[in-house]
């Protein structure tokens, strides 16, 4: 994998896009684990009470697509 092993709660299915530092994560979310903020699995650790750091975790190396309307013209 060239990419974080962490998966984000947005939809479930986007990955952290950094490349690997150690153990399969980011250099970001290798240290979040090293605090004691998520686990190996990559499971943001229920304790962690900040909300602001929880999104940071959460949100860290992911390409959010842009998402374009259409009116419907008929």
């Not at 962490?6 to 605090?35: K, M, N």
């Not at 909300?51 to 190396?61: C, L, M, P, S, T």
């Amino acid at each position: 994998m060239k990419h974080c092993r962490f998966r984000t709660s947005f939809g479930g299915a986007a990955f952290c896009q950094d490349p690997v530092y150690l153990e399969g994560f980011c250099r970001f979310h290798f240290d979040a684990l090293q605090r004691g903020e998520m686990n190996e699995l990559g499971v943001i650790n229920e304790l962690l009470t900040d909300q602001n750091r929880r999104r940071e975790i959460n949100y860290h190396g992911i390409r959010i697509p842009e998402v374009t309307y259409l009116e419907d013209l008929s």
